[in-house]
C-alpha cells in the first residue's frame, strides 16, 4: 500500500496563475481532507469530503475549490493564485473502520511569487 | 469553538534525558480524543500517541506518555530517554464531536524540539 500521496511535492507559482493538487489514497478510505501548514499557525482545515462526490467547506476555503469525483482522489484547486496561498499543503484520509485516525500525506509546498 | 494552545514554540533536550511538552485546550464537550503528531524535517506527519477523554488511565506508547488533567484542559507529552530521531515539530491535536459528517481536528501551533548529543 502506498497510503496517501500527494503530486507535486513542490511547485512555484506566478499570481495568477493556476494548478490542481492532486490526492490519492488507496486504502479505501471514506473521508478525505486537504489542510494548509503556515509557520506558527498549526494546520488549518481547508475542505473535507465524506463521500465521493460530496465536498464542504473548513476552516479556511476561500481561494480554493475541491473536488471528489473518485473515491480515491481529492483534488484541490487554485483558480487564480495569490502569495497569502504560499504555504505548505497537506491531505489526510481517515475511515470509520479505523476508527477515523487521519493519516497524512507527505505534503506539497507551493510557493506563489 | 474549541481551541489548542502549544505554549512552548521550541525545547531543547540533552539526549537520554526527559522532556515534557505542554499543550492545553478549550472545549465545552465532555467526550472527545487528544493527538500527539510528530513532523521530522521530512514532513510526515506520524501519529505518536492518542488518548480518550472518558479514560482516566494516560495513554503511553514506548518511550512517549501523556499527563492528561481533563479538569484542567491539559495534555502534555513526556518523552523519557530521548534519541537524536526524536528532533522534529510536536502538534497536539483535539478531535471535536461528529458534526457535518465527520470528525474535525483542530492542531495546535506546534513546538519543536530539539535533541542535543
Known amino acids: 500500500n502506498a497510503g496517501v500521496t500527494q503530486t507535486p511535492k513542490f511547485r512555484v507559482l506566478k499570481t495568477g496563475q493556476s494548478m490542481t493538487l492532486l490526492c490519492a489514497q488507496d486504502m479505501n478510505h471514506e473521508y478525505m481532507y486537504w489542510y494548509r501548514q503556515d509557520p506558527g499557525m498549526g494546520l488549518r482545515l481547508i475542505h473535507y469530503?465524506?463521500?465521493?462526490?460530496?465536498?464542504a467547506k473548513g476552516e479556511v476555503p476561500d481561494g480554493y475549490n475541491v473536488s471528489r469525483l473518485k473515491k480515491q482522489n481529492f483534488l484541490l484547486g487554485l483558480e487564480s493564485a495569490a502569495p497569502s496561498q504560499t504555504s505548505v499543503y497537506f491531505c489526510?484520509?481517515?475511515?470509520?473502520?479505523?476508527?477515523?485516525?487521519?493519516?497524512f500525506g507527505p505534503g506539497t509546498r507551493l510557493t506563489v511569487t | 469553538a474549541q481551541t489548542v494552545t502549544q505554549s512552548q514554540p521550541e525545547m531543547s533536550v540533552q539526549e537520554a534525558e526527559t522532556v515534557t511538552l505542554s499543550c492545553t485546550y478549550d472545549?465545552?464537550?465532555?467526550?472527545?480524543?487528544l493527538f500527539w503528531y510528530k513532523q521530522p524535517p521530512s514532513r510526515q506527519m506520524i501519529l505518536v500517541i492518542r488518548?480518550?477523554?472518558?479514560?482516566?488511565q494516560n495513554a503511553t506508547e514506548n518511550r512517549f506518555s501523556v499527563n492528561f488533567q481533563k479538569a484542567a484542559k491539559s495534555f502534555s507529552l513526556k518523552i523519557s530517554d530521548s534519541q537524536l530521531g526524536d528532533a522534529a515539530m510536536y502538534f497536539c491535536?483535539?478531535?471535536?464531536?461528529?458534526?457535518?459528517?465527520?470528525?474535525?481536528?483542530?492542531f495546535g501551533t506546534g513546538t519543536r524540539l530539539k535533541v542535543l548529543a
Open positions: 489526510a484520509s481517515s475511515s470509520r473502520t479505523d476508527d477515523y485516525e487521519q493519516y
Open positions: 472545549t465545552s464537550e465532555s467526550d472527545y480524543y
Open positions: 491535536a483535539y478531535r471535536s464531536q461528529f458534526t457535518s459528517g465527520t470528525y474535525k481536528y483542530i
Open positions: 469530503s465524506v463521500g465521493e462526490g460530496t465536498t
Open positions: 488518548q480518550e477523554a472518558y479514560k482516566q
